[in-house]
Nanobody, 123 residues
């Protein structure tokens, strides 16, 4: 059974940084595309970033490009989201998810969501 557990959220001032982690319990982790999504109160869930299996091609939403960095560790079955220069509009619950596609093909390809971790950015 696939399980995704996020951690690393918290309260940070605007301009600060946070690093989110997602631990995946899935045998084929290295073959999967992993993604981060977020959902702010009253809004729909939106795509943040994705990283494919080798050669680890990354994709980012325009709103976070240049500020967020997604990485993965296939030995530990972990995916990370380094968030720098945070803004108040980044406040949301962040969740990781996996896709069986070898590279990012769109949000609809993702399933097996984690419970999420709250990120709050104060201005």
């Amino acid at each position: 059974q696939v399980q995704l557990v996020e951690s690393g959220g918290g309260l940070v001032q605007a301009g600060g940084s946070l690093r989110l982690s997602c631990a995946a319990s899935v045998r084929t982790f290295s073959l999967l595309t992993m993604g981060w999504f977020r959902q702010a109160p009253g809004k729909e869930r939106e795509f943040v970033a994705a990283i494919s299996r080798d050669p680890e091609i990354t994709n980012y939403a325009g709103s976070v490009k240049g500020r967020f960095t997604i990485t993965r560790d296939n030995v530990k079955s972990m995916v990370y989201l380094q968030m720098d220069n945070l803004k108040s509009e980044d406040t949301a619950v962040y969740s990781c998810a996996l896709s069986a596609d070898p590279y990012y093909t769109g949000s609809a390809s993702f399933g097996a969501w984690g419970q999420g971790t709250q990120v709050t950015v104060s201005s």
